[in-house]
């Protein structure tokens, strides 16, 4: 979990909360139900139109990860490769076929892979960053339906304050 992250948005919503109250108004003043349900609900519906089904409703576990603490296991990926590289250097490059399925890392498994099979270190190299730009891409296709709701939400919240006004010059 990171605390970091929780901290960021307690803290932002004990600012916002104590500021409303002394100033002398009240939470019911500034939090409205049905216009936070036009603003996040319609920015939310806005993204069917610009995205598949799967992402758009995909986009909440993937905000979750802003609470996780990612864990590469870097210790046991070094200590794997200084154990892969001893067993190469004493009984050459082709006895590492062996130790290939004990990895847990798919990417390091590929690029050993290679190695094993002897191919050129040129070509090791590009596939493996072909790979990671694929990575990339895919990480960035998911940024960029988060910024895109972040670019609507303004708007529906102007919509709803025009809507809000109309209805308050109406009474």
Known sequence: MDIATILGLV?????????????GG??????DVPSLIFVF?????A???????SSVLG????????????DFNEKTLVQDMVTLSEKARREGILALE??????SDDFMKN???LVVDGTDGVIIRGIMQSEMNQIEGRHLDWINIIVAWAGLAPGYGMMGTVIGLIGMLRN
């Open 59 to 70: 986009i909440f576990s993937i905000m979750g990860r802003a609470f996780k603490i990612p």
């Open 98 to 103: 062996d130790g290939l399925e004990d990895l």
């Open 111 to 113: 690029g050993l892979r």
């Open 47 to 53: 993204l069917f139109i610009a995205y598949p089904m």
């Open 26 to 31: 009240t939470m019911g003043g500034i939090f």
């Open 11 to 23: 803290g932002g919503a004990v600012c916002i909360v104590m500021s409303v109250l002394t100033s």
């Open 41 to 45: 609900g319609g920015s939310f519906f």
